[in-house]
């Protein structure tokens, strides 16, 4: 559906995601939705407004122009950095210099062949992954071309890197870190490549992914007690400690107590369905206690409301309020508290006190989706609850569903059987 928006005395009618004709003002720009806007009196003058950040912009057809000509898109800047005025002098200074043979995406292009793959890498990271990826995610990026990628393929200049030299940098990772690392490292490359030479030829391109074997799990009812049981041992009388030969172990401390909030947050896991840093950077201002909602200002998918069952909302209550954050952390209630890393060491204990070594905090969520899907609610609805945007996402537990419907389909032709004397 359109929205109508007023920008200093022009009317244009926009939709999320796309192009709108504006004059690119400072007031103009203040609260634009997500899409592409061209400005009305400097041709090829554009803002691209994103989720997490605008960039400024101007396109153009290089050599002769013509409509047979791609155009390109040559970024100038973002809004935080440059204000409407400063960009749009930019662009004419630019878009002259088209006018007169100049190419600046090829030459930026050029300029990046020659440097070395680690360096070019390096500005991908900071100036488009940080800008259009989550902090973790980026970080995760850095880490791939840190440990594993940069070793291997680093130090050859960007222009120079061959097909050969990924695929040989592709099998190395899978040896030493595991088929998953390795392609997502592939990953990266490819998209760096995309991002610094996207007229030029990527050797990431069509080189064949490992086949990665399934990783969903799905905790059966006698596993779910088993957790539940090992649970409220963990936050009542402790997890026995497994027996040390060590001399230097402690002598009178057998059990680690842990606290209701590692509990706790692994129990709105399980009842929620939620992904780990939802549910770890969830502040007590995201809770809506009265109508039993969550509401999430960023997670994979954006923006995301959950709806809390009647189990979750009890666990909910139970939890002291120390801090910001509904998860309390170390510095739960200081100045500049931050939300709990993690969950590693109370999930290792809880699981193996469980029986259960090996099972993934994810697994919950794909348990949470799997309990849904087989109490035939429908995938539609299960990924509603999980924030599911693609219906595809959803689609790997119709397996599961069958199963609910076979059950249906048992109980009805059973019946039916009795009645007509079959066996």
């Not at 634009?32 to 009305?40: A, W």
């Not at 596993?223 to 041992?233: C, D, H, S, T």
Request: net charge positive; hydrophobic share 40%; proline share 3%.
């Amino acid at each position: 559906m359109a929205i109508k928006t007023q920008y200093g005395g022009d009317t244009v009618a926009t939709n999320e995601g796309e192009v709108a004709t504006i004059k690119l003002t400072a007031k103009a720009i203040s609260g634009l939705d997500k899409g592409v806007y061209y400005d009305q009196t400097l041709k090829g003058f554009g803002l691209r407004v994103g989720a997490n950040v605008s960039t400024w912009f101007a396109e153009y057809r290089p050599g002769a122009g013509g409509r047979g000509v791609a155009k390109k898109r040559h970024k100038i800047g973002t809004t935080d950095k440059l204000t409407a005025e400063q960009a749009r002098a930019a662009a004419q200074k630019l878009l002259a210099g088209v006018a007169l043979g100049a190419d600046p995406a090829q030459q930026k292009a050029e300029e990046r062949a020659a440097r070395s793959f680690s360096d070019v890498a390096s500005s991908y990271v900071e100036e488009h992954a940080r800008a259009k990826r989550k902090e973790r995610t980026a970080d995760y990026y850095k880490y791939l071309l840190d440990l594993h990628i940069n070793p291997r393929i680093g130090s050859r200049r960007f222009k120079d890197v061959t097909r050969a030299d990924v695929i040989e940098m592709h099998s190395a990772v899978g040896k030493s870190a595991g088929k998953f690392v390795a392609n997502r490292a592939l990953a990266v490359v490819s998209a760096v490549f995309n991002w610094a030479d996207p007229d030029g030829k990527n050797p990431a391109k069509g080189v064949e992914r490992f086949r990665e074997d399934g990783r969903e799990r799905y905790l059966s009812s006698e596993e779910m007690q088993r957790l539940g049981e090992a649970m409220i041992e963990a936050e009542t009388i402790g997890i026995p400690h497994a027996p040390s030969t060590s001399k230097h172990a402690p002598k009178n401390k057998t059990r680690t107590v842990h606290g209701p909030h590692a509990v706790g947050a692994i129990r709105l896991l399980m009842l929620t369905g939620c992904r780990l840093r939802e549910i770890l950077d969830l502040e007590w201002s995201h809770v809506d206690a009265e109508r039993g909602l969550l509401f999430l200002p960023d997670s994979k998918t954006g923006r995301k409301t959950v709806v809390l069952s009647s189990a979750a909302q009890d666990v909910l209550k139970s939890l002291p309020r120390i801090g910001r954050f509904v998860i309390a952390g170390r510095d739960a209630g200081t100045e500049n508290e931050k939300p709990r890393a993690d969950l590693k060491k109370p999930w290792t204990a809880i699981c193996a006190r469980a029986g259960l070594e090996g099972l993934r905090i994810h697994d919950l969520r794909h348990s949470f989706a799997s309990v849904g899907a087989g109490s035939g609610l429908g995938l539609p609805v299960v990924g509603a609850l999980l924030g599911h945007k693609d219906a595809k996402t959803t689609s790997r537990y119709a397996h599961v569903a069958v199963d609910a419907s076979r059950r249906a389909a048992d109980a009805i032709a059973g019946q039916i059987a009795a009645a007509i004397g079959g066996k």
